[in-house]
């Protein structure tokens, strides 16, 4: 038996020819993830383990560092809302007694004005 030429060019056109030398998309692992080196703060003596190891108010043991704002690993800074907080001064939203147009907003303020008057 013989196929019919007009069969066997209906064949050949319907079925896609694959490219050489390509793999198919669902062969093979995933690409390994490229290497990060540690922040800065990795590695060095910690100066907490947990939270009740800082001074209050509000500071936080982040990587091993007392931060009241947003510990950088990579920097090993504690900001607030992208400032340093200079020495002295903690990250809170403020009291009741703060400005209106401050109040609630987290910024660097002395630790009088992030606990209130007692």
């Known amino acids: ?10 064949f050949l056109c319907a079925c896609p020819a694959a490219k050489k030398g390509a793999t198919p998309p669902d062969v093979g692992a995933p690409e390994p993830p490229k290497f990060e080196r540690p922040g800065k703060c990795y590695g060095k003596p910690s100066k907490c383990e947990i939270d009740a190891n800082c001074g209050p108010p509000f500071s ?10 947003t510990l ?3 920097t ?3 900001t607030c809302n992208g400032v340093t907080c200079p020495e ?3 990250c809170c939203p403020g009291t009741d007694e703060s ?7 987290l910024m ?3 630790k009088e004005e992030c606990d209130g008057p007692f």
């Open 1 to 10: 038996m013989r196929l019919h030429p007009l069969i066997a060019c209906l």
């Open 60 to 69: 936080t043991c982040q990587e091993g560092a007392c931060c009241s704002g």
């Open 72 to 74: 950088d690993p990579s």
């Open 76 to 78: 090993c800074k504690c």
């Open 88 to 90: 002295g001064q903690l």
């Open 99 to 105: 400005p209106e147009e401050t109040r609630g907003k």
């Open 108 to 110: 660097c303020r002395t």
